[in-house]
């Protein structure tokens, strides 16, 4: 079954009528589809954030281009990067699953709890149930579709990711967390003011367990994740700016770093990024980088001068995925 390809020409998120729109909205909203944590980690802060099948239309390039560029290779290798806990890189499993040849997959994190759970195999899917409008509004939502909307209801692109999704997970239930005095005590004074979610736990299905791999590792360092030359897809999406701006959730804002320090920075990791590209690898970033506070001209012009091309975009103003050349 193709989720990519054709579909995406009717998919809202191509829609380029709606785009401009779509920009000036996000300026004033985090661009992150997911759930929000924050975890600690080398005494920083970590905004975690991930769902399923966000962003889909760069996911489904990628999809697309590996059977394309890729298809005299046995193995084709994929390294997603800052995968939270998980439900991005099971994305990329279900887009994969009919690929004609082995795939593996590895996410990896620097955050050591966010990797615990992803081995789990257990995930939440929530919704607001405070207000319709809140759910469509709020960007933290927006994998709810495949748990709490009927088959009527949903988009064909939407019918399609939740057949995929229902063939790898299956519902279990999950026992309540214990809350700490604390917490019961913010949650009484500010629970009138707080949406109301639901949410519903997800587990993976036996039998697909073992397509993704899951491990701690930083992307600063990546000769401890692969060797040179032998990854052909590299994602590393809507986390880029970690590495360039103080992001620190004390901050009341986040401030990028300047520009020669941040261009250090990217042209190191750039250049590591492509000595571990195979020919004809691809390095992803978010659709919507530019939204997270960074100086998207200056990514993209490190990028060209490190031994990149672009090769999709699903904005005018940013591409999301590099060729290596």
Same mark, same amino acid.
């Given at each position: 079954?193709?989720?990519?390809?054709?579909?995406?020409?009717?998919?809202?998120?191509?829609?380029?009528?709606?785009? @401009?729109?779509?920009?000036?909205?996000?300026?004033?909203?985090?661009?992150?589809?997911?759930?929000?944590?924050?975890?600690?980690?080398?005494?920083?802060?970590?905004?975690?954030?991930?769902?399923?099948?966000?962003?889909? @239309?760069?996911?489904?390039?990628?999809?697309?281009?590996?059977?394309?560029?890729?298809?005299?290779?046995?193995?084709?290798?994929?390294?997603?990067?800052?995968?939270?806990?998980?439900?991005?890189?099971?994305?990329?499993?279900?887009?994969?699953?009919?690929?004609?040849?082995?795939?593996?997959?590895?996410?990896?994190?620097?955050?050591?709890? %966010?990797?615990?759970?992803?081995?789990?195999?257990?995930?939440?899917?929530?919704?607001?149930?405070?207000?319709?409008?809140?759910?469509?509004?709020?960007?933290?939502?927006?994998?709810?579709?495949?748990?709490?909307?009927?088959? @009527? =209801?949903?988009? =064909?692109?939407?019918?399609?990711?939740?057949?995929?999704?229902? @063939?790898?997970? =299956?519902?279990?239930?999950?026992?309540?967390?214990?809350?700490?005095?604390?917490?019961?005590?913010?949650?009484?004074?500010?629970?009138?003011?707080?949406?109301?979610?639901?949410?519903?736990?997800?587990?993976?299905?036996?039998?697909?367990?073992?397509?993704?791999?899951?491990?701690?590792?930083?992307?600063?360092?990546?000769?401890?994740?692969?060797?040179?030359?032998?990854?052909?897809?590299?994602?590393?999406?809507? %986390?880029?700016?970690?590495?360039?701006?103080?992001?620190?959730?004390?901050?009341?804002?986040?401030?990028?770093?300047?520009?020669?320090?941040?261009?250090?920075?990217? =042209?190191?990791?750039?250049?590591?990024?492509?000595?571990?590209?195979?020919?004809?690898?691809?390095?992803?970033?978010?659709?919507?980088?530019?939204?997270?506070?960074?100086?998207?001209?200056?990514?993209?012009?490190?990028?060209?001068?490190?031994?990149?091309?672009?090769?999709?975009?699903?904005?005018?103003?940013?591409?999301?995925?590099?060729?290596?050349?």
């Amino acid at each position: 079954m193709r989720i990519y390809g054709n579909y995406l020409n009717n998919s809202p998120c191509l829609d380029k009528d709606k785009i @401009s729109c779509r920009l000036k909205l996000n300026q004033a909203v985090p661009s992150f589809s997911g759930r929000l944590r924050l975890e600690n980690c080398n005494s920083m802060k970590l905004i975690q954030e991930t769902a399923f099948f966000r962003q889909l @239309s760069g996911l489904a390039f990628v999809r697309d281009y590996a059977e394309k560029m890729f298809a005299n290779k046995q193995i084709i290798r994929i390294l997603d990067g800052a995968c939270s806990t998980g439900e991005e890189t099971w994305s990329l499993a279900m887009l994969f699953q009919d690929f004609p040849k082995k795939v593996q997959i590895t996410g990896f994190d620097i955050g050591k709890s %966010a990797i615990e759970e992803a081995k789990k195999g257990v995930f939440p899917i929530s919704k607001i149930k405070l207000n319709p409008y809140l759910e469509d509004f709020y960007d933290a939502y927006k994998d709810s579709f495949l748990s709490f909307k009927p088959i @009527s =209801e949903l988009q =064909e692109y939407q019918k399609k990711c939740k057949e995929l999704f229902d @063939s790898f997970f =299956e519902p279990t239930s999950v026992p309540k967390e214990r809350i700490s005095l604390m917490e019961k005590i913010k949650l009484k004074l500010l629970g009138k003011y707080l949406p109301k979610k639901e949410t519903n736990y997800y587990k993976v299905r036996p039998e697909k367990a073992l397509l993704c791999n899951f491990v701690e590792g930083d992307i600063v360092k990546p000769d401890n994740l692969a060797k040179d030359g032998q990854v052909d897809i590299f994602l590393f999406r809507n %986390a880029l700016y970690h590495l360039i701006t103080d992001d620190l959730p004390s901050k009341p804002c986040r401030l990028p770093f300047p520009k020669e320090e941040s261009q250090k920075i990217l =042209e190191d990791l750039f250049r590591d990024i492509r000595r571990k590209l195979s020919k004809n690898g691809i390095f992803v970033l978010g659709n919507n980088e530019m939204f997270q506070t960074l100086d998207d001209g200056l990514v993209q012009k490190v990028l060209q001068q490190t031994g990149f091309m672009p090769v999709f975009r699903d904005n005018p103003e940013f591409a999301a995925v590099w060729q290596k050349v």
